[in-house]
C-alpha cells in the first residue's frame, strides 16, 4: 500500500555526515564513489587517535512506489528499497600495505522525507557508528548507526 505524502512529489539534495567513532588507528577509511569494480575511494582519512567524520551530499527522489525516499547518485549503492553508504576500508581505500580489507555498509533507512524536509542550508543528517568491530579490526558489514540519523549543524 502506497504511503500518501502532503507534499507533491519532489526531487531535493541532502546533506549527510558519517562520524566512524574510534576507529583503529593506521587504518585508511573513505566513501566509496561508483559501483562494482568501477569506483573510486574519496575522502580518504586515515584514522589516528580520533574519530573520522565524512560528509557528503546524495540526491532524494519521491519515484518509489512505497513514497519512501529513493537515494540517488554515485554515492547511493544497493536496491532502492536498500540503499546504503559504502565506507572503504585499508586495501578496499587504496592502502595497499594494509592488511585489512573491508567495507562499511551504513544504510540510509530511517531517513524519513519529514527529516529531508526539515534540513536545510544549516542542518545535515548525521549518523554516528563504531569505526572498531569486536574482533579489535575496523568495523565492516552492515553496522547501523548507533542512534539512528539526527540533526547537526552543519
Same mark, same amino acid.
Given at each position: ?47 589516528? !587517535?580520533? !574519530? ?9 527522489? !519521491? ?92
Amino acid at each position: 500500500m502506497k504511503k500518501e505524502r502532503k507534499t507533491p512529489k519532489m526531487e531535493a539534495e541532502v546533506r549527510l555526515r558519517i562520524v566512524l567513532v574510534a576507529p583503529p588507528a593506521g587504518v585508511e577509511f573513505g566513501i566509496q564513489e561508483g559501483k562494482g569494480n568501477d569506483y573510486t575511494t574519496i575522502q580518504k582519512q586515515r584514522s589516528k !587517535d580520533a !574519530d573520522l567524520s565524512f560528509e557528503f551530499s546524495v540526491t532524494v527522489k !519521491d519515484n518509489r512506489d512505497d513514497g519512501l525516499p529513493n537515494f540517488l547518485g554515485p554515492l547511493a549503492q544497493g536496491p532502492t528499497k536498500g540503499r546504503f553508504i559504502y565506507i572503504d576500508i585499508g586495501k578496499s581505500a587504496g592502502q595497499f600495505d594494509s592488511c585489512w580489507e573491508r567495507r562499511i555498509k551504513v544504510p540510509l533507512g530511517g531517513i524519513t522525507w519529514d527529516m529531508i524536509e526539515k534540513a536545510s542550508t544549516k542542518m545535515l543528517l548525521e549518523a554516528r557508528l563504531p569505526g572498531t568491530g569486536k574482533d579489535g579490526g575496523p568495523s565492516c558489514a552492515t553496522v547501523k548507526p548507533t542512534d539512528g540519523w539526527k540533526f547537526c549543524k552543519r
